[in-house]
């Protein structure tokens, strides 16, 4: 079975940057997309950026311009970059892998963006 291990939330200041990390356990084969969810208080899960295998990079209109997914097959790992955050980005931030038959889950990291 994959695991997916999440790095990188934190506590940051309305302006500031993080970077998430995903990383699996082994490599992973047949992948359709990547894929950066999160998860307010109170709220539903929300796509924030998806990466498809072939395909266009797809942002949520709140984050465009200031997020970025990339991925590193060599490591195993996938990423978010968040610059200009501001605090309605605070969330669990969770990462998806989705394949041909499996999708897998990071347990989720936190992300609060407050003065």
């Known amino acids: 079975q994959v695991q997916l291990v999440e790095s990188g939330g934190g506590l940051v200041q309305p302006g500031g940057s993080l970077k998430l990390s995903c990383a699996a356990s082994?490599?992973?084969?047949?992948?359709?997309?990547v894929a950066w969810y999160r998860q307010a208080p109170g709220k539903q899960r929300e796509l924030v950026a998806q990466?498809?295998?072939?395909?266009?990079?797809i942002y949520a209109d709140s984050v465009k311009g200031r997020f970025t997914i990339s991925r590193d097959n060599t490591k195993n790992t996938m990423y978010l970059q968040m610059n200009s955050l501001e605090p309605e980005d605070t969330a669990v931030y969770y990462c998806n892998i989705r394949t041909t038959w499996d999708s897998f889950w990071g347990q989720g990291t936190q992300v609060t963006v407050s003065s």
């Open positions: 082994r490599a992973i084969f047949n992948i359709k997309a």
């Open positions: 990466r498809p295998n072939g395909g266009d990079i």
